[in-house]
């Protein structure tokens, strides 16, 4: 079982900068592949980014590209997402997620074994 905790998430003005972070409990953190995802009131999760175990690949969203940027720390535990230029429209839950060697459909929320409480961030206009 792997339990994950999200944090750093808070209100911001548009065009300002906030730091995710996911700490995890997982004993093999570097085998699994690490995403976030959010979810907006009234809209279906989106996928946002993920991260390879090993951290040499990453994938995005287009809405976040060149503004958003995930990273891990396997010898902490722990996977970043650093946000900015943020909209109003990345106004969302943000939760980070977490599958064992997931090679493939990283952006498929189905895939992901294991999904931390989420935290808030607001971007106000």
């Known amino acids: 079982q792997v339990q994950l905790v999200e944090s750093g998430g808070g209100l911001v003005q548009a065009g300002g900068s906030l730091r995710l972070s996911c700490a995890a409990s997982?004993?093999?953190?570097?085998?699994?592949?690490m995403a976030w995802f959010r979810q907006a009131p009234g809209k279906e999760r989106e996928f946002v980014t993920a991260?390879?175990?090993?951290?040499?690949?990453?994938y995005y969203a287009d809405s976040v590209k060149g503004r958003f940027t995930i990273s891990r720390d396997n010898a902490k535990n722990t996977v970043y997402l650093r946000m900015v230029s943020l909209k109003p429209e990345d106004t969302a839950v943000y939760y980070c997620?977490?599958?064992?060697?997931?090679?493939?459909?990283?952006?498929?929320?189905?895939?992901?074994?294991?999904w931390g409480q989420g935290t808030q961030v607001t971007v106000s206009s």
């Open positions: 997620a977490a599958a064992y060697l997931l090679l493939r459909q990283l952006d498929v929320g189905t895939q992901y074994d294991y």
């Open positions: 997982a004993r093999t953190f570097s085998s699994y592949t």
């Open positions: 991260i390879s175990w090993s951290g040499g690949s990453t």
